[in-house]
């Protein structure tokens, strides 16, 4: 079925750091969606774009959807703590329509340098 | 956004039994959607519950394993049946709005 490759699988981040992950596909997507996921909890969304090109910011985060539409990329800037967590990107064929249409990436796992 | 509340938040099952999920959201909603998160994996579609019609079931997932109720539009429940330790995941409740989707916190199943 279709897949997203989402990277890199985990990371670790110093307090002030900038962080940055990636989805791509080999297909295209006309949504891309990013969500945070803590232990215990749902995932939560964090920013959706809708057109190529994009690019959103919420707070210290900033995503932007690829011109091929096969691709999308999250940053966070100066991470504190509290940035711990899974980041899943997620791809939307069709605008609006069914979640059958929603593919997620296999996460990426934030986590505090020792 | 919509507010989307699961019971039970954690659960530990003998296996052989069944599980009964419950999600409830806080307005109307056409299409209700279960997914499960096996551990340490990203999220799986199980099904797309519709009100007054039979839930629809993505390919590897069979109603007499997970049978979907949907008596209403604000309501729906999953049951996890004949439970196996491979059943051991967490299982979300979703909703879609104009802006993207929504999840529940999960239920985390965990069978012995």
């Known amino acids: 079925g279709q897949q997203l490759n989402q990277s890199p699988q985990s990371m670790f981040i110093q307090e002030g750091e900038d962080v940055s992950m990636n989805c791509t596909s080999s297909s295209i997507f006309n949504t891309w969606l990013w969500y945070k996921q803590d232990p215990g909890e749902g995932p939560v969304l964090l920013i959706a774009l809708y057109k190529a090109g994009e690019l959103t910011s919420n707070g210290r985060l900033t995503a932007q959807f690829g011109i091929t539409r096969k691709d999308s990329f999250l940053n966070i800037s100066a991470s504190i703590p509290s940035d711990v967590g899974i980041y899943f990107c997620a791809g939307q064929r069709e605008y609006g329509g069914s979640q059958g249409n929603l593919i997620f990436g296999k996460g990426t796992k934030l986590s505090v340098k020792p | 956004s919509a507010v989307i509340s699961q019971k039970p938040s954690r659960d530990i099952c003998q296996r052989g039994t069944s599980l009964t999920i419950q999600c409830q959201v806080d307005s109307q909603v056409t299409m209700m959607f279960w997914y499960r998160q096996q551990p340490g994996q990203s999220l799986t579609l199980i099904a797309t519950?519709?009100?007054?019609?039979?839930?629809?079931?993505e390919s590897g997932f069979v109603i007499d394993k997970f049978p979907i109720s949907r008596p209403n539009l604000t309501f729906s429940t999953l049951t996890v049946s004949n439970m196996s330790p491979e059943d051991s995941s967490i299982y979300l409740c979703?909703?879609?709005?104009?802006?993207?989707?929504?999840f529940g916190q999960g239920t985390r199943l965990t069978v012995v």
């Open positions: 519950a519709n009100q007054g019609s039979e839930a629809t079931y």
């Open positions: 979703s909703v879609e709005e104009e802006v993207g989707a929504f």
